[in-house]
Structures are given as C-alpha cells and as structure tokens.
C-alpha cells in the first residue's frame, strides 16, 4: 500500500520499539525507519502510528505487544476546531474493556 503522494511528501509517523516504549521516532521520508538484521533472540518490535493533520496521533497501549487493536480502540476521530492558536485540537477514541479495568 503507498503512503502519502509518492513522492515521500505529507505523512508522518511517531512509533517505539517494544522494548525502549519510552524512547519515540518520528519515521517520515527525511527520518525512514532503519531496522538492523536480526534473528529470533535480537528481534525489534515496532509500532508505527500515523501522525494526524492536527499533529495528534494515538500510541495506545505501549507495554503491549500490540498497542492499539480494534478490539480494545474503536471510534477514533480527529479534533480541531481551525484554531491554530489554542489548545482544543486533540482525538476522541473509545475505549472498550471490561468494568474497572485499567487501560495505560
């Protein structure tokens, strides 16, 4: 699947490795994520979200394998109100689990 216009203009993601969830990328076509050869004990996890035109993006749950599910997030929007000098921009997701539970 192709990602932007081709060229390598207009998309950007913020991601982490599962193993340093602290330490975030932007991986973008200045910034291409590099991921040195490896074997099954040396492996790198990566989960890559897309940054949204708000300059919102959702990471989910980083201790996870995998952070963001259809089954855990669903309804996923972008807020912006146009105002560039405020800040009301963000994202609304609902949140599924079960009652009580903690989501980190």
């Known amino acids: ?3 932007g216009d081709g060229e390598g203009n207009g998309w950007q993601f913020v991601g ?9 990328s932007i991986v973008d076509a200045q910034n291409p994520l590099r991921v040195p050869s490896s074997d099954k004990s040396s492996f790198q996890l990566w989960n890559l979200s897309p940054i949204l035109p708000n300059g919102w993006a959702l990471l989910g749950e980083q201790e996870k394998w995998v952070a963001v599910s259809s089954v855990r997030f669903d309804q996923l929007s972008e807020l912006d109100d146009g105002d560039d000098h405020d800040d009301d921009d963000g994202i609304s997701v609902l949140v599924n689990g079960v009652e009580g539970e903690e989501v980190q």
């Open 1 to 3: 699947a192709s990602v």
């Open 16 to 24: 982490f490795e599962a193993n340093s969830t602290h330490n975030l």
